[in-house]
């Protein structure tokens, strides 16, 4: 079966075709750093990350480009409130951004094209675009004709007569309602960044920032655009105006977009005090592969419903997952293969593959996940050697796609550690099972877990 999934252009599930055979150009909408990203930003980070991961799973190449919006309407006025250079400002949360995304196990881009280090690729492409009439100067601004473009709304699917006629719009961010020629260039203005051009001293706005990058880096006509529905209108219509008419080519050949993030069946405000950002919900003690695993667990397309339950429900999915394959590494299984498990794992292998090619329908693919886990546990006791490999095989390939096993916690305990191991054991040993449960509940403070099996005492870190 072939991947198919819901392109935002055409309104229906297409089936993916790349333009070069086994390579994928990707570009996501990044962060704009004026502010450190709360969850529901991640909650499109990691569905980009969930599309980019199966891509690969595939077999396919994949060129991820994602841009980070260093200067804008936002960045500014938050420079201009903490008495600080534009840089400064922005340097601080883009190493915020990049430290939440690691523990998120988000894989990073190939490349993030800062704003303020393209500008000349965006002086070209609005010269280019005054050239061939698409837009034009007024008072040390620039904007785009939309009149010139008759296909303009038809990705927001917005009715054009609906659009007020005849308003220049110099905010970056504006109602889908209210806009008919939209910035390009902005004047310079007092206690703003400017650049010299040919039209004169300004800056950028924002929607040119996208379509300059993402061409630099991946050409005039690539294969996927992906961003939060909020992107759809104003920010992806209009790269979509400005980039044909600057190239006259075709830009982007499958727009996908997820939905919005809302916390306790109520939108995310801070005055409701139900504003999350990363480090607020592991200060709380949850763990980020919980979080990322609530994060994606939900259809792309389907409003996600954030909560703490969820959170504490996703850690009990997880510790299912992380379980099933600690005891399966430390199954002491006999030499030899069995016909049933491989048929277990095909099977389950193709099950999943045929969710996510359903326009990435990740509740049947962690469906056929669990379900796996429990056919293999009712075999627990008849599986060799080599099926125990190749289980441990196969979900390392599910874990490419999740990414929600952890696999950066230690294989191997400090000296400190086993030491109390060993205290434990000579405490039980001597029946001093008082001091026996003093050294598990001070190892469980560190978060793990001992487990006396016949076999001997074994540990593993909480999940």
Not at 15 to 41: K, Q, S
Not at 271 to 280: A, H, K
């Amino acid at each position: 079966m072939s991947l198919r999934f819901y392109d935002t252009a055409s309104r229906r599930i297409e089936t993916f075709e790349p333009l070069e055979e086994g390579r994928v150009g990707m570009y996501t909408c990044g962060p704009t750093v004026w502010d450190f990203a709360h969850i529901g930003n991640f909650r499109s980070y990691v569905f980009e990350d969930l599309v980019k991961r199966y891509l690969r799973y595939l077999g396919y190449r994949v060129f991820h480009v994602m841009n980070i919006t260093d200067i804008d309407d936002k960045t500014i006025r938050r420079s201009n409130e903490l008495g600080c250079s534009l840089e400064e400002v922005t340097d601080r949360y883009i190493a915020a951004f990049f430290k939440d995304i690691d523990i998120l196990n988000i894989l990073r881009a190939d490349e993030y094209p800062r704003a303020t280090r393209h500008i000349d690729d965006m002086v070209e492409m609005i010269a280019a675009l005054i050239g061939k009439g698409y837009a034009y100067e007024r008072a040390g601004s620039v904007y785009f004709s939309v009149d010139r473009f008759p296909e303009y709304g038809r990705l927001a699917n917005i009715d054009r007569g609906e659009l007020v006629a005849g308003l220049r719009v110099d905010a970056d961010e504006y109602d889908r309602h209210s806009v008919q020629d939209f910035v390009l260039w902005k004047a310079r203005k007092e206690g703003e960044p400017f650049w010299d051009t040919p039209f004169g001293p300004g800056r950028p706005g924002w929607h040119i920032e996208c379509s300059a990058m993402s061409m630099k880096y991946l050409g005039n006509h690539f294969d996927i655009h992906m961003g939060g529905v909020d992107n759809i209108f104003p920010h992806h219509e209009n790269e979509i105006a400005q980039s044909r008419c600057a190239t006259g080519s075709p830009f982007v050949n499958y727009w996908l977009h997820c939905q919005h993030l809302i916390v306790e069946n109520q939108k995310m405000s801070k005055s409701l005090g139900n504003y999350y950002l990363l480090q607020d919900l592991l200060n709380r003690g949850h763990d980020a592969m919980a979080i990322r695993y609530l994060l994606l667990s939900t259809h792309y397309r389907k409003l996600l419903n954030f909560s703490l339950s969820g959170l504490d429900m996703a850690k009990q999915s997880l510790r299912r997952i992380s379980d099933f394959v600690f005891n399966l590494r430390g199954l002491a299984a006999p030499q030899g293969r069995t016909d049933e498990i491989d048929a277990v794992i095909e099977r389950s292998e193709s099950d999943f593959q045929a969710g996510m090619n359903d326009d990435f329908n990740i509740s049947a693919a962690l469906g056929t996940l669990f379900d796996f886990i429990h056919q293999v546990n009712v075999r627990m006791e008849t599986v060799k050697e080599q099926d125990v490999k190749n289980i441990l095989g196969y979900m390392n390939r599910i874990d490419s796609v999740l990414g929600v096993i952890d696999h950066d916690k230690p294989q191997k305990l400090d000296d400190e550690t086993m030491q109390m191991i060993s205290e434990r054991e000579a405490a039980r040993k001597a029946r001093d099972f008082k001091r026996a449960d003093e050294i598990r509940g001070a190892l469980l403070k560190k978060g793990i877990v001992l487990l006396d099996t016949p076999d001997g005492v074994r540990w593993k870190f909480e999940s």
